[in-house]
């Protein structure tokens, strides 16, 4: 696992789809940072790196790339990660329009074209 505060290239997250899911890399974004934790066999492992690494629980988001789509079908929100009812999202997808936005414009910025 590692976290990814500067930009990552497309064909760098299409190795790591292959050698873990096949065509998909998990991740959890940190909407208040504006970085976000890969490459981890459960979203919880990679939400409990962020944390450790200073991040608060509250602005951690899971979602799941794929690399070989096209930008606008990259992003998959949906982990057990995002169901808080506390915050409002009952659901595994996120329910915020606002915060899905802002994860996109994160991966977005975070993957080199």
């Known amino acids: 696992m590692k976290i990814i505060k500067n930009k990552i290239s497309i064909e760098e997250l299409k190795q790591i789809a292959e050698e873990t899911f096949g065509d998909l890399v998990k991740a959890v974004v940190d909407i208040e940072k504006g970085i976000m934790a890969i490459d981890g066999e459960l979203h919880s492992d990679e939400e409990a790196l962020l944390i450790e ?59 080199e074209k």
């Not at 794929?66 to 930008?71: A, G, L, M, S, V």
């Not at 990259?74 to 802002?102: A, G, H, M, Y």
Request: a positive charge; hydrophobic letters at 30%; proline letters at 5%.
């Open 53 to 111: 690494n200073g991040s608060n629980q509250h602005n951690l988001w899971g979602i799941n790339l794929y690399p070989n789509n096209n930008k606008e079908n990259r992003i998959e929100f949906d982990s057990i990660i995002n169901v808080r009812p506390l915050q409002k999202n009952k659901t595994r997808d996120i329910d915020n329009p606002e915060i899905k936005q802002k994860i996109i414009q994160i991966v977005n910025n975070l993957i």
